[in-house]
């Protein structure tokens, strides 16, 4: 139980005191009225004696009382009705409430610290009053009269006589039959006469003599002179009188008020903290019984009886008094008690009091208790036998026997006043009363025994009750507490006499006894046992006893109170007793919060939520239901469904209150605030039939760190080639979508104008659908002037300026249960400034389904739309982004900094360009290497004209715009007949396998020395793209060499003709993809030529074999290809002719078929050679057709050149690295550089497709780039095979230089060798036997650098298998020469062959060495041939 403010040992005496009866006449009613109080309540505050008295018990023993209290009443002869207690005692409650500001008790219980009050007054104050209200009853006497004041006013006309009718009319209720109340203890009640004197307005003298008169008749003992009113009370307001009544007084205010309310029945009671019993307040209906005032009273908890009309008020005093009453007391406040009292008057009532009690109560109390004493003292005497006989001598007519059966069955039976039994109970009540606890028990003990014997169940459980409790209090405590004695009444009351009333008190001072000696468990055990159906509000205040046992344990059980409050508000809830209720749910809430009972922790919030809206405690109720709707709850739909409608019922309450307040904070749906997305511009528009818009931005892209890097990194590349190769300082990468992984880190930029669109992730948590309704974002806005001048004022806008800032809304947005969703809100700013997006407002509600909210439908009026709204409230939720933790620094390592996030706070700048593409004719599907041609639309959007358009790709290959020899070339008419992508001219047929000689430069295709070739200008008009004007230009595209699917990224940059300080340049992204399916496979391989001449009689002829496979498989409807042209391209080189393909004019390969092809090349001539400084290149076209495509050209240069570009980086830098290293590795440079061949072939071809039976024609190109003779080249990049793995070697390795020795490779380049000789020669045998052959061996030095020569030519061929093939021949003459070839010279040999028979000999005998002359003996090595040559000699 909770503390109390008096101990047991206090509040059991206080509760059992002597009762004493007050009959006033009218006159003295009329002098204790001027002080606002009738006789009764002008004596309680002084009922409390403040000294011990003395009494002598029966044994003549001296006995001290302390603290004595007596209860003063008017008489009333009604007892009180259930009802009305009931309703006292549940004003008495709910008018006690915890104060506010109370410090309450941290309990901490294992790891819960609770906030606990230690204390509950309004169980003590309802105890109180219900152990004051207990109406009398028969089987015992405790709250029985034990004496009558009469008082009267020394006005009177005739006093002796007024107190003679008072006596008269006391004799008349306690003696007449028509009177069962109230109960006296005695017959000869102790009778004591008061009279009353007012000292401001009576004659003092009568009053002396009037009360010299009295003491003549009754006895200086039994009368009294009481002088008040010493002041009069129009002077109440000079000095400041202590008011000793009102706090006895205010505590039955409630009541008063309603009685006074309930209409002409003025009847009211005060309840008084200090007496059992009600006294009233005076204001009573006085009716006329045989000429005598009547002036007892019906009890003040009677319920209304205005009914009756004998209670209608007499006399115009009585109205006024009571309507003034009843308006005072409205007030509360303004009356003041004790008006016309001085402190003097104080003390003579004080005195009165004393007097009454030591020379009227105490001498009246002790002689009844010896008789009563005299009497059992006599029957102890007597045998058991002659007792019964005198019992039942002593009870006369006792009930006949049969009902005393039937009363067995109920209580017991019904003793007669008289019965000896009832006198012991008698004198034990006294002594109890008089704290002489060692007698009451024993008599209540023997009392005990008779009733137990007699099965008078009622009388015994009382005499058990009472006997426990002086037990308790007998001084010294001889015996221990029989707490068995307290359950039996308990039971008794409970179950046998189905007396509630007396059960609960029996438990009320039980369990206080029991918390007194610590034993909280069983103090619980009883007050929960008590609990029942019929009385909600005591079982809720026995429970929430109960509870505060459970936490004051010595090991505080948290659960078992939290419990049980729970229970204790529930019963509180039933009772009406909302306050407590909602007190008691929130105290227990604190022990379930955070422990994962959801369902607990929603029930309690979900009440609290209840109570506290019927309370009126809305932010509460809000917050309550807050919390269940936030929780991820465990609820049914149809629960939750329940209490987010009851939330938002609450809600609209609250927001009704202060329609101007600020917006509150709704708790759904959740919004993931990190997940926010802002995106900057316009939306993306569709592809339009045959246009396509570039993808460039949009939200509806995930996002990627790989390219979300290779952009950037394209951005670099542009922002540098337009910065001379530096990217400046201020440069930061464009961001169009800022989300968690961009880098939020400084205000992003907006342009004005342009929207901004911000996505909001939502998740709606419920089971049920939540519906929101007119969302729209909320900002502030300021407006600035970025150009520099200040603009000193700066005016906060918060929402709703459409002219500064455009706020899309949206109507409804509807998030399905447990549905994750977003919502894309957009700003037009429309004026430069800073703007910063707080969050979002909205209306939130629930879809109208079955239900409606407490009887309360849709709302009239308050929504159209496809989804009917039940109810819906505005709120807002505010967007709050924490930004990256912190990483850098040693503080922000050992701490937790988080940077900014400021993705919602841009800067609107001034308007810059807008640039829209559209790609037309683009295709999504190539074959690898064809060529098809689409056009490029640019769309200046914006206000401002834009400028330095380029655009940048990491596969510089795929496209071109063409280069600046694009116009010159005309188209020929069957080119734009077949679509064809290419410049053709038409050729006759004459010039067939001959090569076609043109030039260009490769600065003309973008493909300068220095040069990115991946940043690309577009060729606009003017150079500027002015507002609203659109360009078409036109564009090759060229299927890349690889098959599969191809996400080439182009970003297209511009700037803005006017410069702006903020935005420098502006870009535009787009992702083709390309899906490549295979066609042909090239390889080619280039060596020399044995023939030495050539038209210009110099040597170096090349051979260029090239095949051809067709690798496509027919999936994409490809019937065959037609090679229609092989075209050179090289700064040295050049294709001459095509060799032994006159019979296969057509070269057509089907599925799967290879074609071999066969040319020479020649060097080109010096003067075209010469030019090579200005990057120009010779192409040279064969064609097999009649048509030549021009291979210098717009688009086939363009794609040789892209497909060169990466190539053409690598040889400058190694020459770079060589220049200035040892004469030895120039040797070796020379001697690599014989060995190269800078050639490139361009295959083109034509493919037949056939596609829903209409033939088309696709063209396309390949290119191989011949670097090395005798090394193949693809047109298709190789995979590289990977090593196969190795063991561990665990040592060292030498330092070894790399040896600088050229190959054998190489070296066999240096000197090209070349045997001319006959193929056949006829030589007659039988005349000659030696025939002798000439042979002229040709050297020629390929190198630009001087070379020693040694020809051998004592080699014979030693392995068997060539002596097989081969016969054995001799050279005749010298057989060694010594030569030195100059730069690039040709040396002929002439020699002689000596043959003895007819046969086929391998004349490629002779061993050619070879070094540099400026070496001494490094790199000498054989240059031997690798062809045969064979010679025939036939006989003649």
């Given at each position: 139980m909770a503390q109390c403010v008096q101990s047991v040992q206090e509040l059991i005496p206080d509760s059992f005191v002597p009762c004493v009866a007050a009959l006033c006449s009218d006159e003295a009613e009329r002098l204790t009225r001027l002080n606002h109080l009738s006789f009764a309540e002008l004596l309680k505050p002084f009922s409390r004696l403040t000294s011990e008295v003395h009494m002598r018990d029966p044994n003549n023993q001296l006995h001290i009382i302390k603290n004595l209290k007596i209860a003063v009443s008017n008489i009333i002869t009604q007892p009180p009705q259930p009802g009305a207690i009931r309703k006292l005692l549940n004003d008495v409650v709910s008018g006690s409430q915890p104060a506010e500001g109370l410090v309450a008790n941290v309990i901490t219980a294992g790891d819960y610290d609770l906030n606990i009050s230690a204390t509950t007054p309004w169980f003590e104050s309802y105890r109180e009053t219900f152990l004051q209200s207990m109406p009398a009853s028969d089987h015992e006497f405790l709250n029985h009269y034990l004496a009558c004041m009469l008082v009267a006013s020394s006005n009177e006309v005739e006093p002796m006589e007024q107190f003679s009718k008072l006596s008269q009319e006391q004799h008349r209720i306690q003696h007449n039959n028509d009177y069962s109340y109230p109960k006296w203890f005695i017959p000869n009640t102790l009778k004591y006469y008061v009279l009353l004197h007012d000292v401001s307005a009576g004659d003092e003298q009568r009053a002396e003599s009037i009360y010299e008169e009295m003491k003549q008749k009754y006895g200086t003992q039994g009368c009294y002179l009481l002088k008040i009113n010493s002041r009069t009370s129009n002077r109440a307001s000079d000095e400041q009188i202590p008011d000793p009544w009102s706090q006895y007084l205010q505590k039955s205010s409630i009541q008063n008020q309603e009685s006074y309310e309930d209409g002409p029945c003025t009847i009211t009671s005060n309840k008084n903290s200090d007496s059992n019993l009600l006294s009233l307040d005076g204001?009573?209906?006085?009716?006329?019984?045989?000429?005598?005032?009547?002036?007892?009273?019906?009890?003040?908890?009677?319920?209304?009886?205005?009914?009756?009309?004998?209670?209608?008020?007499?006399?115009?005093?009585?109205?006024?008094?009571?309507?003034?009453?009843?308006?005072?007391?409205?007030?509360?406040?303004?009356?003041?008690?004790?008006?016309?009292?001085?402190?003097?008057?104080?003390?003579?009532?004080?005195?009165?009091?004393?007097?009454?009690?030591?020379?009227?109560?105490?001498?009246?109390?002790?002689?009844?208790?010896?008789?009563?004493?005299?009497?059992?003292?006599?029957?102890?005497?007597?045998?058991?036998?002659?007792?019964?006989?005198?019992?039942?001598?002593?009870?006369?007519?006792?009930?006949?026997?049969?009902?005393?059966?039937?009363?067995?069955?109920?209580?017991?039976?019904?003793?007669?006043?008289?019965?000896?039994?009832?006198?012991?109970?008698?004198?034990?009540?006294?002594?109890?009363?008089?704290?002489?606890?060692?007698?009451?028990?024993?008599?209540?003990?023997?009392?005990?025994?008779?009733?137990?014997?007699?099965?008078?169940?009622?009388?015994?459980?009382?005499?058990?009750?009472?006997?426990?409790?002086?037990?308790?209090?007998?001084?010294?405590?001889?015996?221990?507490?029989?707490?068995?004695?307290?359950?039996?009444?308990?039971?008794?009351?409970?179950?046998?006499?189905?007396?509630?009333?007396?059960?609960?008190?029996?438990?009320?001072?039980?369990?206080?006894?029991?918390?007194?000696?610590?034993?909280?468990?069983?103090?619980?055990?009883?007050?929960?046992?008590?609990?029942?159906?019929?009385?909600?509000?005591?079982?809720?205040?026995?429970?929430?006893?109960?509870?505060?046992?459970?936490?004051?344990?010595?090991?505080?059980?948290?659960?078992?109170?939290?419990?049980?409050?729970?229970?204790?508000?529930?019963?509180?809830?039933?009772?009406?007793?909302?306050?407590?209720?909602?007190?008691?749910?929130?105290q227990a809430m604190q022990v379930y919060k955070g422990k994962g009972w959801s369902l607990a922790e929603d029930h309690i919030n979900f009440t609290i939520g209840r109570q506290s809206y019927t309370l009126r405690q809305l932010d509460n109720a809000v917050s309550a239901f807050r919390h269940i709707l936030i929780n991820e709850s465990k609820q049914s739909a149809a629960q939750q469904g329940a209490f987010l409608r009851e939330y938002l019922y609450v809600y609209k309450n609250v927001s009704q209150l202060s329609p101007d307040g600020p917006l509150p904070q709704l708790p759904l749906p959740y919004i993931n605030s990190s997940a926010t997305r802002v995106f900057f511009g316009h939306d993306r528009r569709p592809a339009d039939g045959e246009k396509q818009a570039a993808t460039h931005v949009s939200l509806d892209q995930e996002y990627d760190s790989e390219s979300s890097q290779q952009w950037r990194e394209l951005e670099e590349q542009v922002v540098a080639v337009v910065n001379k190769g530096i990217i400046p300082s201020s440069f930061y990468p464009t961001q169009y979508c800022l989300n968690s992984y961009s880098d939020n880190s400084r205000f992003p930029l907006a342009v004005v104008e342009e929207p901004i669109t911000v996505e909001v992730a939502f998740r709606n948590p419920l089971k049920v659908p939540l519906l929101l309704t007119d969302l729209s974002l909320l900002w502030k806005f300021q407006p600035k002037d970025f150009s520099g001048k200040d603009n000193e004022e700066v005016k906060e806008l918060i929402t709703g300026e459409p002219e500064m800032i455009g706020t899309e809304v949206i109507s409804e947005f509807l998030i399905n249960s447990e549905e994750s969703k977003v919502a894309r809100l957009k700003l037009f700013p429309h004026h430069i400034g800073e703007l910063h997006i707080l969050g979002v407002v909205y209306n939130l509600g629930t879809i109208q389904g079955s239900m409606t909210v407490d009887g309360i439908g849709a709302l009239p009026g308050c929504h159209t739309g496809k989804h009917s709204l039940s109810m819906s409230v505005r709120g807002r939720q505010d967007l709050e982004i924490q930004g990256p933790r912190l990483n850098n620094t040693k503080e922000e390592k050992t701490s937790i900094k988080y940077g900014p996030d400021r993705r919602l706070d841009p800067i609107i700048t001034e308007e810059m360009p807008l640039l829209e593409v559209f790609f037309i004719h683009f295709p999504t599907g190539l074959l690898c290497g064809e060529i098809r041609k689409a056009y490029v639309e640019f769309v200046n959007v914006s206000k401002c004209p834009l400028t330095a358009l380029k655009v940048v790709s990491k596969r510089p290959e795929f496209f071109t715009f063409g280069g600046n020899t694009a116009v010159l070339t005309p188209l020929s008419p069957s080119a734009s007949e077949n679509c064809s992508a290419y410049k053709t001219v038409v050729t006759d047929s004459t010039s067939v396998c001959t090569a076609l000689i043109s030039s260009a430069s490769s600065v003309d295709f973008g493909i300068g020395i220095g040069s990115q070739p991946e940043v690309i200008p577009v060729p606009l008009p003017d150079t500027v793209l002015l507002p609203g004007a659109s360009v078409q230009l036109p564009m090759w595209l060229r299927g890349p060499d690889e098959e599969g699917v191809h996400e080439i990224n182009f970003l297209f940059y511009y700037e803005s003709v006017k410069k702006q300080p903020k935005i420098r340049h502006r870009i535009l992204r787009h992702t083709a993809v390309i899906c490549t399916s295979r066609s042909l496979n090239v390889r080619a391989t280039v060596c020399r030529s044995n023939s030495l001449e050539d038209e210009e009689g110099r040597g170096g002829n090349m051979l260029v074999f090239v095949d051809v496979e067709n690798t496509n498989t027919s999936e994409a409807g490809v019937k065959e290809f037609h090679i229609v042209q092989v075209s050179s391209s090289s700064k040295l080189w050049k294709l001459q002719n095509s060799v032994n393909l006159a019979e296969n004019k057509e070269a057509k390969l089907a599925s799967r078929e290879k074609g071999k092809f066969c040319f020479k090349a020649v060097r080109c001539k010096e003067k075209e050679a010469a030019m090579q400084s200005s990057e120009r290149y010779t192409f040279a076209d064969i064609i097999f057709g009649n048509e030549q495509i021009i291979s210098s050209a717009s688009p086939c240069a363009d794609f040789f050149y892209r497909s060169l570009s990466s190539e053409l980086k690598k040889p400058q830098a190694q020459l770079s690295l060589h220049t200035e290293k040892h004469s030895i590795e120039d040797a070796v440079r020379l001697i690599q550089k014989c060995s190269e061949v800078d050639l490139n072939i361009i295959i083109l071809w034509k493919a037949y497709v056939v596609e829903d039976s209409k033939q088309l024609i696709l063209e396309g190109q390949h290119h191989v780039i011949l670097r090395t003779i005798g090394k193949e080249a693809f047109s298709y990049p190789q995979k590289q095979e990977l090593p196969e793995m190795e063991l561990l070697k665990f040592f060292r390795p030498e330092n070894t230089a790399v040896s600088s020795r050229p190959s054998v490779d190489q070296l066999s380049n240096l000197i090209k060798t070349s045997l001319h000789y006959p193929e056949s020669f006829n030589h007659p045998f039988h005349q000659k036997s030696l025939c002798l052959v000439p042979v002229t061996l040709l050297l020629s030095n390929c190198s630009k650098a001087d070379v020693d020569v040694i020809v051998d030519l004592r080699h014979k061929t030693t392995s068997p298998e060539a002596l097989e093939i081969h016969g054995s021949f001799t050279w005749l003459g010298q057989t060694q020469y010594k030569l030195q070839l100059k730069s690039q010279e040709i040396h002929s040999l002439q020699l002689k062959a000596c043959f003895v028979h007819t046969g086929v000999y391998n004349l490629g005998t002779p061993r050619v060495f070879a070094k540099l002359s400026d070496q001494v003996t490094v790199f000498e090595t054989s240059q031997q041939n690798s062809m045969p040559a064979l010679i025939i000699i036939n006989n003649m």
């Open positions: 204001l009573d209906n006085e009716v006329k019984v045989d000429g005598l005032p009547n002036n007892f009273r019906a009890h003040p908890l009677q319920l209304d009886q205005s009914s009756d009309p004998s209670n209608s008020i007499d006399g115009p005093d009585h109205v006024k008094s009571a309507s003034s009453l009843h308006e005072t007391k409205k007030a509360n406040t303004g009356i003041i008690h004790g008006a016309c009292l001085t402190l003097t008057d104080h003390d003579r009532i004080r005195q009165f009091i004393q007097e009454f009690t030591f020379r009227g109560l105490l001498p009246h109390i002790e002689k009844t208790i010896r008789q009563l004493n005299d009497q059992l003292i006599s029957r102890k005497g007597l045998s058991r036998s002659l007792f019964s006989a005198t019992k039942k001598w002593f009870s006369g007519s006792k009930v006949p026997e049969k009902s005393i059966n039937e009363l067995k069955n109920t209580s017991g039976l019904l003793y007669p006043p008289e019965a000896p039994e009832l006198q012991i109970r008698k004198m034990a009540d006294l002594c109890f009363l008089v704290q002489h606890y060692d007698l009451a028990y024993s008599c209540y003990h023997t009392a005990k025994k008779d009733f137990l014997n007699d099965q008078a169940m009622l009388y015994a459980a009382g005499a058990l009750e009472m006997a426990a409790v002086s037990a308790f209090l007998q001084p010294g405590a001889p015996r221990p507490y029989p707490a068995h004695y307290m359950d039996t009444a308990i039971q008794t009351y409970r179950d046998i006499c189905r007396n509630m009333v007396l059960a609960e008190r029996c438990v009320l001072l039980s369990a206080e006894i029991l918390k007194s000696q610590s034993k909280y468990s069983e103090a619980a055990a009883l007050l929960i046992r008590l609990t029942s159906e019929d009385s909600d509000l005591r079982s809720a205040l026995l429970l929430e006893q109960a509870a505060h046992c459970f936490i004051n344990m010595k090991s505080p059980m948290v659960r078992k109170y939290a419990f049980h409050m729970i229970l204790a508000g529930h019963r509180f809830s039933k009772a009406g007793q909302k306050k407590h209720a909602l007190r008691c749910y929130c």
